[in-house]
């Protein structure tokens, strides 16, 4: 169907960059080719949890998530901890606890670079924080999440996040993570890796694929 002329269509071969009709845009919406660029799955704002599950991920629709998350600090106020996401073949029953990879680089506004990297990891990396004053530190960032519901492609991520240390320091981290076996991921957990419990507000989104042919 030609898109953006109005009255008499032509035998059109190629998209343009006409005006829309009210048919148009609604027919283009209803097949998930017009509009916002992200489709939210989930929205979860937790208190005091030790961890949550993300189920009902459409990981048969999309081939890229996007996680965002801010306001993440422990309830303890007095531990650092690792933030972890983990994933699940069977719905949510049961989630890999082994057989992850991640690189993640770290710097920080004192001036202070450094890396942290595994081949055998129990989780994916997300973010960090260190709740070493009264200031409830948050962390805030995002992770794109590709080819979960892909049986023949590994599961990758890559994310980016700054977190408040204490009242002077800030961190950021930029990296990635696999979990190298080809399976179709229908569900996903976020905890942390010390066990502590942690408060929280977090988005997953479906990206869409936009195109006209």
């Known amino acids: 169907m030609p898109y953006g002329y109005l009255g008499q269509t ?106 942290v990297k595994s081949t055998s990891a129990s989780e994916m990396f997300l973010t960090f924080t260190s709740d070493t004053d009264t200031n409830n530190a948050n962390a805030n960032g995002y992770c794109y999440i590709y080819n979960l519901g892909n049986p023949n492609k590994y599961s990758f991520t890559t994310l980016q996040s700054m977190a408040q240390i204490n009242s002077s320091t800030n961190y950021m981290w930029f990296g990635g993570n696999v979990y190298p076996q080809a399976n179709i991921v229908n569900a996903l957990n976020i905890s942390t890796s010390t066990g502590f419990n942690f408060d929280g507000h977090f988005k997953l989104f479906g990206v869409k694929e936009l195109w006209v042919t």
């Open 10 to 115: 032509p035998n059109q071969q190629v998209k343009n960059s006409g005006v829309f009709s009210v048919g148009d845009a609604k027919a283009l919406t209803d097949v998930g080719q017009l509009g916002g660029s992200l489709e939210l799955i989930q929205e979860q704002t937790v208190s005091d949890v030790a961890g949550f599950n993300l189920t009902n991920i459409k990981e048969n629709v999309y081939d890229v998530h996007l996680l965002q998350f801010n306001s993440v600090h422990t309830v303890s106020n007095t531990s650092n901890t690792n933030y972890r996401l983990r994933l699940s073949t069977n719905g949510g029953v049961g989630f890999a606890t082994n057989g992850y990879q991640y690189a993640v680089q770290d710097g920080n506004s004192a001036g202070a670079f450094g890396e």
